[in-house]
């Protein structure tokens, strides 16, 4: 039993050593002994002390409870980023972070990325292109969470530079994704459509910001609509998107890389709760797919229903000021 849970606990932390990285090495630096402790614990000549077992697991993003069940099968643990009192500016921040290494792991290491996901809105990578749009995401996110008047305006808004820069790096990290297949709810535009408008019937988006919102909305749109035509998002990124004929509930991410897999469910649009048990993640990729069955394919083909449904994604956008319309599809 002992030698077992042993056994285990190496397994676990030499998997998590990303793939470029010699184990004896990142080990001997990390714990802060020698080559030959290092071997020795490898070997199961001495087991890992609890404090170096706890570094570790800090370190390389695993859990310590996982190591100590015996019956794997039966539980799962769930990753869900738990943030202190803090200033707003700083709380964003640390979730953001936790929301890319959550959706993109680390990029530097890992030779290839696949995603597959179903869409009940906008994902935030996509809003990163558009500076107005990740400013209105940034908007909302203080609005409610800041203690603050409800008359704080968009126009109140300066996005830090370490905002930026992290909007920057995760640009280029979503470039690096070789392969995603989408299936997106037949709202996923209309979503964040609404939110705009509410946000300018209460007068706190003045005309002009309006109108540079609304050009980026297009502009999100016309990406999309790119994307779905050429199966392109780039010269490497592959994407594969699927309209669902019905209403997708909420939205939730598999990523593939390497070896390793993750499930993202999202409780809002940037704080999710991850699962890497590899049963429960078999079991989502295979929900997932399944929702292709009530979906079409409309990246290189159904170029009617393509045109047909992008067209309307602008009608709502150019008819935004009509209330009525937008109201009536609530």
């Given at each position: 039993m002992e030698n077992d849970l042993r056994n285990i606990i190496t397994s676990k932390i030499l998997s998590n050593i990303q793939p470029r990285v010699k184990p004896i090495d990142y080990l001997m630096e990390a714990l802060n002994i020698s080559r030959e402790s290092v071997y020795r614990r490898i070997r199961g000549d001495i087991s890992f002390t609890l404090e170096e077992i706890a570094k570790l697991s800090v370190e390389l993003e695993f859990s310590i409870d996982e190591l100590i069940i015996k019956d794997m099968h039966s539980r799962v643990f769930f990753d869900l980023q738990i943030t202190p009192e803090q200033d707003p500016v700083d709380m964003f921040e640390t979730i953001f972070?936790?929301?890319l290494q959550n959706v993109f792991i680390d990029i530097t290491f890992v030779k290839e990325i696949e995603s597959i996901m179903v869409l009940n809105r906008i994902p935030p990578e996509f809003i990163l292109f558009f500076n107005h749009l990740f400013k209105f995401y940034y908007y909302r996110w203080m609005h409610q969470n800041q203690e603050s008047s409800l008359k704080y305006?968009?126009?109140?808004?300066?996005?830090?530079?370490?905002?930026?820069?992290?909007?920057?790096?995760?640009?280029?990290?979503?470039?690096?994704?070789?392969?995603?297949?989408?299936?997106?709810?037949?709202?996923?535009?209309?979503?964040?459509?609404?939110?705009?408008?509410?946000?300018?019937?209460?007068?706190?988006?003045?005309?002009?910001?309006?109108?540079?919102?609304?050009?980026d909305l297009l502009s999100l749109v016309n990406m999309v609509e790119s994307i779905a035509q050429t199966g392109l998002f780039n010269s490497e990124s592959k994407y594969n998107i699927y309209l669902s004929s019905l209403s997708i509930e909420s939205s939730s991410r598999h990523v593939k890389y390497d070896d390793q897999t993750k499930s993202i469910f999202f409780t809002n649009s940037i704080d999710p709760v991850a699962i890497t048990n590899a049963n429960l993640c078999t079991i989502h990729k295979k929900w997932l797919n399944s929702m292709r069955?009530?979906?079409?394919?409309?990246?290189?083909?159904?170029?009617?229903?393509?045109v047909r449904y992008f067209n309307k994604q602008r009608s709502y956008i150019e008819d935004i000021t009509d209330t009525t319309l937008i109201d009536s599809l609530i």
């Open positions: 972070k936790e929301y305006h968009f126009s109140d808004v300066n996005i830090p530079e370490r905002l930026v820069a992290l909007q920057q790096k995760a640009i280029e990290c979503l470039k690096k994704v070789r392969s995603n297949t989408i299936i997106i709810d037949p709202n996923v535009f209309l979503n964040l459509i609404k939110e705009i408008q509410y946000y300018r019937k209460r007068r706190l988006i003045n005309e002009d910001e309006f109108e540079l919102l609304k050009n069955k009530y979906a079409t394919l409309i990246t290189q083909s159904n170029e009617i229903l393509q």
